[in-house]
C-alpha cells in the first residue's frame, strides 16, 4: 500500500510528538489530525478521536476506524516509521511499533 505522510508538524508535548496528514494514495484519501504519540520508549501512531465525557471521566473515540483491524495497524505503523522518518529518529533510539494493543490502550 503506498502511503505518504504530508505536513508533519513536530510537537513538543511530553506525549504527543507530531501530526501529520496522511495521504493512503490507493484509496485517494487525506487523512487530517493523524497523532505520533510516545510512551516511554515505545511510539505509535493514532487516526484522529474526540473527546467526551463520561460520567466525569475523559474518553476518546475514533473518527477514522476501518473494518480490518489487522489493516488499521498496518497502515498505523507504516505512519509511525513515516513519521520518525522524516523526524529523523533512528530506529535504533526506540522500540519497534508494538501491536500489544498500544492503540487500543489509549483508544477506547
Avoid: H
Amino acid at each position: 500500500m503506498d502511503i505518504e505522510c504530508l505536513d508533519i508538524k513536530g510537537v513538543k508535548n511530553d506525549f504527543l510528538k507530531a501530526i501529520a496528514r496522511v495521504k493512503i494514495k490507493d484509496w485517494g484519501i487525506i487523512i487530517n489530525d493523524v497523532k505520533l504519540f510516545k510512551k516511554g520508549e515505545r511510539y505509535w501512531a493514532a487516526f484522529p478521536t474526540k473527546m467526551y465525557m463520561d460520567n466525569g471521566e475523559k474518553k476518546y473515540f475514533k473518527l477514522v476506524q476501518f473494518e480490518d483491524a489487522n489493516k488499521e495497524k498496518e497502515i498505523l505503523k507504516t505512519v509511525c516509521d513515516l513519521i520518525l522518518k522524516d523526524m529523523q529518529v533512528s530506529k535504533d533510539s526506540y522500540k519497534e511499533f508494538s501491536e500489544e494493543g498500544a492503540i487500543d490502550d489509549f483508544i477506547k
